[in-house]
């Protein structure tokens, strides 16, 4: 099975989101400007449950879940989108859904989700090329996450366990896993500031747990202050 909802990119004045499954799968693109609501032109393939990184005007929205297509209803199909238009991009290596994203056009980073069946899997992408890294230490889909693609981070999902209050960090090569959320939770929204490995903030908002379903938890995370050690001479 797959898992099909929307996913987005940008600011908080500067917003994309593309597809969905309201009422049926579709291609739509959202605009956001911090005011007002627009609809921008179709992606050019049809899913929800699709990751996506990037920002309003450079992103990648690629994998995703429509029934009857791909394997299992698992996607591979990559698309690039500028702000205006779409541009069709190398595929996904594995058909997959609910999967999560970071990082910019030339230089994101993919975990995660069905392959079919909960994967570990992380790839990296280049602006043409997708290639393997390390993988999680747990598997997840639909779970919350950001950052780039040397300081990510993911928390929460659905798990062969069930939901997951797992959190990990990423630099680049290796998951490291960190402190837990306090609440299960998968498809959150979140907010998150990823300057560096050493700096990292996130916040996950709301959520599903089920059971018993939806909950409203916001939480932030931070890195811990390191503690160094000077020899005077």
Known sequence: GGVANTGGVGTQTAAAGF?????????ITIEYDGTSWATGVNRPFVAGGS???????????AT????????????VDCAEY???????????PTNTSAAMG????????VWGGYAPGVVTTTTTYDGTTW???GGLNEARFSGTGGGSQTAAITGGGGSPGGVTVNTEI??????????????????QAKGFSMVAAATLGFISIGGTNSPPGFVATGELWNVPDAIKTFTAS
């Open 19 to 27: 597809g969905n499954d309201g009422g049926g799968y579709s291609a």
């Open 51 to 61: 990751m996506n990184f990037g920002t309003q005007t450079a992103a990648v929205s």
């Open 64 to 75: 995703g879940y429509n029934p009857g297509s791909g394997v299992g209803g698992n996607l």
């Open 82 to 92: 500028d702000g205006t238009s779409w541009t069709v991009g190398t595929n996904f």
């Open 102 to 109: 970071a990082g910019t056009q030339t230089a994101g980073v």
């Open 131 to 133: 290639s393997p890294s």
């Open 170 to 187: 990423f630099n680049g090569s290796t998951w490291t896993e960190v402190g837990n959320l306090g609440t299960k939770a998968g498809y």
